[in-house]
């Protein structure tokens, strides 16, 4: 398995894999989500990776910046979206994403990042309650226990929460 930066060029491959990842219900948004995310240019940027074995896309996962409206030393990112083809999942594709995510944003020097998912499954990670409940996002959670975070390096948790907008692709109710 090979994991490289996803390119424009990979966009119907990405499109395909969520498709198939998701339930009906579910793909359309996420497919809209990733097609947006692909063109917006954010500093710092968007940064999205996908995982190719025998030269064909099985995974994607997408990390945005986040921005903090009342610290402007910390700097974080969320993950959304996370698919990996049926076909391949459960063979450690997903983990492998996220853990070459975790590493590029840490020698980026980002303080934060933080996820909106299974907290069994994110927690395996280091994504943890206590510090996602320090980063409130834009809109009420349908499930707030699923709202994790982790520190990249030695930041200090903020005794009070912090707000924080996302880009315009993710700045939408129904997202969350």
Request: hydrophobic share 40%; charged share 20%; proline share 7%.
């Amino acid at each position: 398995m090979n994991i490289r930066f996803a390119q424009e060029t990979d966009l119907d491959s990405i499109q395909k894999v969520i498709e198939t990842a998701f339930s009906d219900e579910e793909n359309k948004v996420i497919m809209n989500l990733v097609a947006e995310l692909a063109k917006e240019t954010t500093i710092p940027s968007i940064k999205s990776l996908i995982a190719e074995k025998d030269n064909q896309v099985i995974g994607y996962v997408s990390y945005s910046p986040i921005f903090l409206k009342s610290d402007s030393t910390i700097s974080g990112y969320i993950l959304a979206p996370l698919a990996v083809s049926p076909e391949h999942q459960k063979q450690g594709v997903g983990s492998n994403l996220i853990n070459s995510g975790i590493d590029m944003l840490t020698k980026d020097g980002v303080s934060v990042l933080v996820v909106y998912g299974d907290p069994e499954y994110y927690g395996r990670f280091g994504l943890k309650e206590e510090v996602g409940r320090s980063f409130m996002p834009p809109y009420p959670l349908e499930y707030p226990f699923g709202w994790l975070g982790m520190t990249l390096k030695d930041t200090a948790i903020p005794d009070t929460p912090i707000k924080f907008e996302c880009v315009a692709a993710l700045s939408k109710p129904d997202m969350w």
